[in-house]
């Protein structure tokens, strides 16, 4: 039998410097999540610091695992749900931007992000890993923000058996038709769901950031998406309709491999 689940995306505005307010708000969108069904929820990029916190990174930083996975993994365990989102981890001298993702069961596995847009190559090194993550009832990809424009990462991770692709994103108002039309395109050219979940509100009274998060089926098609301010979507996947669209235009069964990886070694 397919397997069918809820899952969602937390849209909320992240206050720049202030974890304990942004911990705050994301337990309790959480709480409303799994309240409507939820078993997999995905944050917003640097949500426990807000995005605009160049200054103070290094501060704002934690090891993955350690503190930050542990509240995450606390929420997980008390709401029954897995969680993601992206936070500045510290490695030794280096900084990253980070997806975390967490359990019932605590800390899952993390990703950090490669393609790394304008000035967060000053901020962050570059992740060089493409992990996909066995939760049981699916298998999820992670990716951040900027990634979102890369084909080659959400391509990868479907070849690898993600059903899902999930990206944790702070992506800006002045390049909202980007997003819309990209976290369509991620969904329909690798026949998986993608959950597309971004912050809202103004940091610094400059960066505006879009909102817009949606929840996209196999077809490219927006099974529920959010305004310009906090929400909670919720949508259903259900295996049985990415099986379908996968022989429908079957994309990954008749990609040319050979071809694709000699033009990246070029």
Excluded at 26 to 44: D, F, I, M, S, T
Excluded at 193 to 201: D, T
Excluded at 202 to 229: M, Y
Aim: hydrophobic share 40%; with cysteine; net charge neutral.
């Amino acid at each position: 039998m397919d397997k069918i689940f809820r899952v969602a995306a937390v849209q909320m505005d992240c206050a720049a410097y202030e974890p304990e307010r942004n911990f705050a708000t994301a337990e309790r969108l959480l709480q409303n999540a799994a309240a409507r069904g939820a078993v997999l929820a995905v944050l917003p990029e640097l949500f426990n610091t807000g995005y605009r916190v160049e200054d103070r990174d290094r501060e704002l930083a934690h090891p993955v695992p350690g503190a930050v996975t542990e509240r995450m993994s606390a929420i997980g365990r008390t709401l029954d749900m897995f969680i993601a989102g992206a936070v500045i981890e510290r490695d030794g001298e280096r900084l990253y931007d980070t997806a975390i993702l967490v359990g019932p069961d605590g800390f899952v596995g993390s990703y950090r992000k490669n393609n790394l847009w304008a000035r967060e190559v000053e901020r962050f090194a570059r992740g060089e890993t493409l992990p996909v993550h066995d939760i049981g009832f699916c298998r999820l990809g992670l990716q951040i923000c900027y990634d979102i424009g890369f084909p080659e990462g959400a391509r990868i991770l479907s070849i690898q058996g993600a059903d899902i692709v999930a990206y944790t994103s702070a992506f800006g108002m002045a390049r909202l038709y980007a997003w819309d039309l990209a976290s369509r395109a991620r969904a329909l050219e690798n026949g998986s769901y993608v959950i597309a979940c971004n912050r809202c509100g103004v940091e610094k009274g400059e960066t505006q950031f879009a909102g817009a998060s949606r929840i996209i089926g196999p077809r490219g098609n927006v099974l529920a998406s959010a305004g310009d301010g906090e929400d909670v979507i919720v949508a259903e996947v259900d295996f049985g309709e990415m099986r379908k669209q996968r022989s429908a235009l079957p994309y990954l069964k008749n990609l040319r491999r050979d071809i694709a990886a000699s033009y990246y070694r070029a």
